[in-house]
């Protein structure tokens, strides 16, 4: 999946920064979401999947402040490896979607 440099959530834009956090001696999380500012910032220095697993914990983040959801972080965390392991699996993430609905409706009975 190619990471946006933007992306719209809940109505709002917000921007996707990246950048390697460990050269610039920043907390070394892997991601954080300013959702008050529209702000997304991912460390580059992650394997490929990995940086798509962050952005989807992301926007998880902005969800769940903008509609006041109150999910603790290890629910986040749960949702986010869980949507990950679906979209990727059935190749959502690439643009396969399609392809893929093809395949399984060939296969149905």
């Not at 990471?3 to 996707?16: A, E, L, Y």
């Not at 702000?39 to 992650?46: A, C, G, P, S, Y």
């Amino acid at each position: 999946m190619k990471i946006p440099t933007k992306i719209k959530i809940g109505g709002h834009i917000f921007d996707i920064y990246k950048e390697d956090r460990s050269k610039n001696g920043i907390d070394g999380k892997l991601g954080s979401c300013n959702a008050a500012r529209n702000t997304i910032w991912l460390d580059t220095n992650q394997p490929q999947t990995q940086l798509e697993n962050t952005l989807l914990h992301e926007i998880i983040e902005a969800i769940n402040w903008q509609q006041q959801l109150e999910l603790d972080h290890k629910t986040i965390s749960q949702l986010e490896n869980a949507l990950y392991q679906v979209l990727h699996d059935n190749e959502i993430l690439e643009g396969k979607a399609e392809k893929r609905s093809k395949i399984l409706r060939s296969k149905a009975p």
